[in-house]
């Protein structure tokens, strides 16, 4: 029973790392069609850059996802509020009043979500033994 265990969890450890590699193919294929798209229109704005941004920060959260083992669950978080960002960026002048107020408020949340994850991992670190 031991051994299905550990040929159970090297198979889903080998499937886990080849979606995470063909996550990474695919953002970096996006990052190419963003620069070419950039190129092609000979303009740069800040709403590409905030894509970029976020295509880096998947890269990195495969990064460290493959390096560790172990994914910080403020990466996702972070790539949250640039996408909140983007959108106000694009759409700011569809957007009334309570929908533009509703977005800032989410990215708001979301970085009190992040300032009290960072608080309780300085305030009250793993234990080695609880996997930390």
């Known amino acids: ?14 499937i886990q790392d080849l979606g995470l590699v063909i996550i990474a193919i695919a953002t970096v294929i996006a990052v190419g069609f963003e620069v070419s798209s950039m190129f092609a229109a ?3 704005t800040l709403a590409d850059l ?8 998947v890269l990195a959260m495969v990064s460290i996802y493959l390096d560790s083992g172990k994914l910080p669950v403020r990466m996702p978080l972070y790539i949250a509020i640039v996408a909140l960002a983007r959108y106000l960026i694009l ?5 009334d009043t309570w929908r533009m107020l509703g977005i800032a408020g989410a990215a708001l949340v979301i970085a009190l979500a992040i300032l009290a994850i960072r608080y309780g991992h300085t305030r009250f670190p ?3 033994t609880e996997g930390g």
């Open 1 to 14: 029973m031991n051994q299905l265990r550990t040929v159970g969890h090297k198979a889903l450890t080998w």
């Open 126 to 128: 793993y234990d080695k």
């Open 42 to 44: 000979r303009l740069v």
């Open 91 to 95: 759409d700011m002048k569809n957007l």
């Open 50 to 57: 905030l894509l970029l941004f976020i295509y880096l920060e």
